[in-house]
């Protein structure tokens, strides 16, 4: 198998950012779709390609695997691109029509490249090739999932651009060594149908899914989630590979739970959805992999702009029960919610002293709460000031909370 551990190949930065593959609406693949890349202002592109490899595959029996897991489903030929003047490259579709443009705004001083190979065509199609470098059999992004690799190929090296149905895991058991002159600078990988997800296969460090996964490659992370997946950022300038580092979401262009109806329509108007409640609202949980941002929350409003969200290092503080990066009221919410039962719904790695869980919601988890109240995991990173622990009389405010909690 191949090293996984991203190279690094250029002395300059350069990574994915946020790639939106699957908007709702019978068109919205042709028009709404986009990737973006943020990196050293200026930076040439040359030499490299942004791929998008095949991650569905059936089971074979006795726990192999059969199918195109692996193989280049399609990809963007950066070849004579640079990113813009602000470090940022957007990629755009095409236009739906002569009076509906692509619809995004994106921040100036970016590079904006936009498929200009005809209506109707998304990222391009056979009849009318892309004008941005997409190679695919298909004009969109493939909805299901996939693991994207920025690589870079060395032509003094021997290296070769990489072609379509290439495969990069023959044997659907892992990434075989790379081509001669290959490098991967970045990558994420993304498993969006749960009926796909126990025989489908990532190749990144980090990869999420809709539904259990075990097939990545060694000391890769999966992160499952219980919603479809349509969309994947970095979380602010974050730079790892990590589930910190990432998040993914589910948007939606309606407003259907109560006391949103009203928000403005800022095209394109989708924002972070909930699952839908009892009433038909979207009054369930927000369909998002992080708790940092609400239902609503319009996502699609920064191309070519630094992402909302901060890096943490998820499941490193004690007494972050919910995973927020920051030991706050939902962690005081889940003791409170448990006091007393046998159920906890926190990570328990977060436990004081890391566990194991005693058995019953009680002071052992309060104390997590207690005495590490403010704590955060988010690093410092890119002038990123780390938030200060909670003042004393913040914490006697929490302790009168608890004691009212607990003479119920």
Same mark, same amino acid.
């Given at each position: 198998m191949?090293?996984?551990a ?9 990574y994915?950012?946020?790639?939106y593959f ?6 919205? %693949?042709v028009?709404?779709?986009y ?5 050293t202002?200026?930076?040439?592109l040359?030499?490299h390609?942004l791929?998008f ?11 192999t695997i059969?199918g195109r897991?692996?193989e ?6 950066l070849?004579?691109?640079?990113l ?9 579709q ?11 705004v994106?921040a ?8 200009t190979?005809?209506f109707?065509?998304?990222?391009g199609?056979t009849?009318a090739?892309?004008t ?6 298909d004009?969109?992004?493939?909805n ?7 690589? !870079?190929?060395?032509?003094?090296a ?5 072609i379509l ?6 044997g659907n ?11 991967i ?9 749960s009926?796909?997800a126990?025989f489908?296969?990532?190749?990144a460090?980090?990869n999420?899914?809709f539904g259990?996964n ?8 999966y992160?499952?989630?219980d919603?479809e997946?349509?969309y994947?950022? !970095?979380l ?8 910190? %580092? ?7 262009d309606?407003l ?5 109806e009203?928000?403005p329509d800022?095209?394109p108007n989708?924002r972070?959805s909930?699952?839908?409640g ?7 949980d927000?369909?998002?992999?992080t %708790?940092?941002f ?6 699609t ?13 998820v499941?490193g503080v004690?007494g972050?029960y919910d995973?927020s990066?920051?030991v706050?009221?939902g962690?005081l919410d889940?003791v409170l919610?448990?006091?007393g039962?046998g159920?906890f719904t926190?990570n328990v790695?977060?436990l004081?002293g890391?566990?194991?869980?005693d ?13 590490n109240?403010g704590?955060?995991?988010?690093p410092?990173?890119?002038?990123t000031v780390?938030?200060?622990?909670a ?7 929490v302790?009168c ?5 607990? !003479? !119920?």
């Amino acid at each position: 198998m191949a090293s996984l551990a991203l190279t690094g190949a250029s002395s300059a930065e350069l990574y994915l950012n946020e790639i939106y593959f699957d908007p709702p609406g019978s068109t919205g %693949d042709v028009l709404h779709e986009y990737v973006e890349l943020r990196g050293t202002p200026s930076m040439s592109l040359d030499n490299h390609y942004l791929l998008f490899l095949e991650n569905e595959g059936q089971g074979g029996g006795g726990g192999t695997i059969t199918g195109r897991a692996g193989e280049i489903d399609a990809f963007f030929d950066l070849n004579g691109q640079s990113l813009g003047a602000n470090g940022f490259l957007v990629l755009r579709q095409a236009a739906q029509n002569a009076s509906k443009p692509n619809p995004y705004v994106v921040a100036p001083g970016t590079a904006d490249l936009i498929n200009t190979s005809g209506f109707i065509t998304g990222w391009g199609t056979t009849a009318a090739p892309s004008t941005i470098g997409w190679n695919s059999e298909d004009f969109r992004t493939e909805n299901s999932g996939f693991t994207a690799f920025l690589i !870079r190929v060395d032509p003094d090296a021997g290296g070769a651009a990489p072609i379509l149905a290439q495969d990069l895991d023959t044997g659907n058991d892992g990434l075989d060594e790379l081509p001669t002159g290959w490098s991967i600078v970045d990558g994420i990988g993304l498993i969006n149908e749960s009926d796909e997800a126990a025989f489908g296969r990532t190749y990144a460090d980090i990869n999420f899914g809709f539904g259990p996964n075990t097939n990545q490659e060694p000391g890769a992370e999966y992160v499952e989630v219980d919603f479809e997946l349509e969309y994947v950022a !970095r979380l602010g300038d974050s730079t790892g590979s990590t589930a910190g %580092d990432w998040w993914v979401g589910n948007l939606t262009d309606n407003l259907r739970r109560p006391g949103f109806e009203n928000l403005p329509d800022n095209p394109p108007n989708f924002r972070l959805s909930a699952a839908d409640g009892l009433g038909g609202d979207q009054t369930g949980d927000v369909e998002s992999s992080t %708790d940092q941002f609400d239902y609503a929350t319009l996502v699609t409003n920064h191309l070519g702009a630094s992402n909302p969200g901060t890096p943490v290092s998820v499941g490193g503080v004690t007494g972050d029960y919910d995973d927020s990066g920051q030991v706050e009221q939902g962690d005081l919410d889940i003791v409170l919610q448990n006091w007393g039962t046998g159920t906890f719904t926190g990570n328990v790695d977060n436990l004081v002293g890391g566990g194991p869980f005693d058995g019953t919601v009680d002071q052992n988890e309060l104390d997590g709460v207690l005495q590490n109240w403010g704590s955060t995991a988010a690093p410092a990173l890119n002038g990123t000031v780390v938030p200060e622990p909670a003042s004393g009389s913040a914490l006697v405010a929490v302790a009168c909370l608890v004691s009212r909690r607990r !003479r !119920r």
